[in-house]
């Protein structure tokens, strides 16, 4: 079974850094992507930033250029960091990792999410 945990969410003033992390965890032959998704109070989930094979990433327009995502593939983990945080980036976080080779075959996962509350 495959798990995700993220980590590194809770109160941040506006204008600070924050840096989120996941991990996956399990039987693992391989993944393809590992993506952030975000969704506000009121809002629907929206893709935040995403890194493929090869280090290939893309961003959200709305990311503005304040989000850089890294990946480590030989721990099997993505961290997202966010520069100078704004309150319109309160959120739930979520990791998602996709197309994920295990012995059950290939699926995408989701992680419980990580709340992120940007105080003005």
């Known amino acids: 079974q495959v798990q995700v945990v993220e980590s590194g969410g809770g109160l941040v003033q506006s204008g600070r850094p924050l840096t989120l992390s996941c991990v996956a965890s399990g039987t693992i032959f391989s993944i393809s992507t590992m993506a952030w998704y975000r969704q506000g109070p009121g809002r629907e989930r929206e893709f935040v930033a995403k890194?493929?094979?090869?280090?290939?990433?893309d961003y959200a327009d709305s990311s503005e250029g304040r989000f850089t995502i890294f990946r480590d593939y030989a721990k099997n983990t993505v961290s997202l960091q966010i520069n100078s945080a704004k309150p319109e980036d309160t959120a739930v976080y979520f990791c998602?990792?996709?197309?994920?080779?295990?012995?059950?075959?290939?699926?995408?996962?989701w992680g419980q999410g990580t709340q992120v509350t940007v105080s003005s």
């Open positions: 998602k990792l996709m197309r994920v080779a295990t012995p059950q075959g290939v699926s995408d996962y």
């Open positions: 890194v493929a094979r090869a280090n290939r990433t």
